[in-house]
């Protein structure tokens, strides 16, 4: 059965766009067959992260105003079989996607993949609703920082409000993907903790992320940190969280304190 | 020598910075005024496009000015055994 997940978060920055390339390519390389849509219309980036930018002929409006067939602006990832991206219109206006558009091109991915990934814009406006508005569920991104955490609470109100799902009065599944943890900085109580964000969002974990440098390599060169073979805390955390999303019991490591010559020499008192 | 090869494998700033003069240069263009050629390039892709399946990178469109002749080069790649394939078959299953 397809289904259609939301990754969202509210604030910009904080991993989205990252984190739905990540979990893309990896559950594609499980054999799953799978879609990354970008709603992020006039900003499009899923594309450069996916190393497909110079691949993009037609978009997600051109599909949704029927100028264009989905197959015709599908584009095939290179290195997966499996994967394929939708890609954002980068020069109109974000209005130029409708309910009805979103609908019925999301409607054509359910019958064409097991997994529709839709990578939302940040905000909370138009584009942002639309990229909620038709999933099954939601993965909530954020980063264990304040502001991260507050915008991430709002956007779990209109995920239980504004979308299909809620206003049918059905549960919208919704999980938290925490990303750019540091653990050495959390244990020593500068960075929120994991077990604080959970119990002030309360919706279930989905992996933690730590900060990584693989991370920016990976949008360097376009390739997804899943997709290499070189294994990186990141990219495991992330092969681990499609797991989980696979509907697999993963327990959730939380990534383990890096032992510095300082904490080495003071302990737990390093603090 | 190692080292070398170590700091190579290191640095992908320069892939990044070499894929994005690329992708700007072009949407430089064709979000700003656009010339004949860019125009051209567009719709000669989204032309093709709705044919068959190709590399867009594998376009390319050149157009010269010389004196009163004008000269308009177009030049596509398409592996052989997408011609005459209509729309993507994988795609197009449901």
């Known amino acids: 059965m397809s289904k259609v997940i939301v990754v969202t978060s509210g604030k910009g920055g904080v991993g989205k766009t990252t984190s739905t390339a990540s979990l893309g390519a990896a559950l594609a390389h499980g054999g799953q067959r799978v ?25 997600f409006i051109n599909v949704a105003q029927g100028d264009a067939k989905l197959a015709q602006a599908l584009i095939r990832d290179k290195r997966i079989d499996t994967l394929h ?16 558009g979103v609908e019925r091109v999301i409607g054509e991915l359910r019958g064409m993949f097991d997994y529709v990934l839709c990578d939302s814009p940040a905000g909370i406006e138009r584009g942002a609703l639309l990229a909620m508005r038709f999933a099954d569920q939601a993965i909530v991104v954020a980063n264990p920082e304040v502001s991260s955490v507050r915008d991430s609470d709002r956007i779990i109100g209109l ?85 989980r999303l696979g509907g697999e019991t993963v327990p959730v490591a939380v990534p383990d304190q890096k032992k510095t010559l300082f904490t080495r020499l003071f302990g ?4 | 020598m ?40 567009d719709e000669l892709l989204a032309t093709i ?44 299953a449901a």
């Not at chain 1, 992260?49 to 002929?57: I, K, P, S």
């Not at chain 2, 990044?16 to 125009?39: F, K, M, N, W, Y």
């Open chain 2, 49 to 92: 496009a709705r044919h068959i399946e190709f590399d867009p990178e594998k376009l390319s469109v050149k157009m010269d000015r010389a004196g009163a002749m004008s000269t308009l080069e177009i030049e596509v790649e398409i592996p052989s055994d997408k011609v005459g394939v209509g729309v993507p078959a994988r795609a197009s």
């Open chain 1, 85 to 100: 991206l939708l890609a954002a219109s980068q020069t109109r206006d974000k209005d130029a996607l409708t309910t009805e």
């Open chain 1, 159 to 243: 995920l239980d409000s504004k979308t299909l799902r809620a206003e049918r009065g059905e549960q919208m599944d919704k999980q938290l993907l925490l990303t750019r943890f540091d653990p050495v900085r959390s244990s020593s109580g500068e960075m929120l903790s994991i077990d604080d964000v959970l119990e002030i969002l309360s919706i279930p974990l989905l992996g933690v992320i730590p900060e990584s440098k693989e991370i920016l390599r990976a949008s360097n060169i376009g390739a997804p940190v899943t997709m290499n073979a070189s294994v990186s805390r990141a990219g495991l955390a992330y092969l681990e969280a499609a797991r």
């Open chain 1, 268 to 271: 737990r008192r390093a603090a």
């Open chain 1, 35 to 59: 879609c990354v849509v970008d709603f992020d219309v006039g900003l499009r980036n899923l594309d450069l992260v996916m190393g497909a930018e110079r691949r993009v002929v037609f978009d």
């Open chain 2, 2 to 41: 190692s080292l070398f090869r170590f700091l190579k494998s290191r640095s992908t700033a320069p892939v990044a910075r070499e894929r994005l003069q690329i992708l700007l240069a072009h949407e430089r263009v064709s979000l700003g005024p656009r010339d004949l050629v860019t125009i051209l390039r």
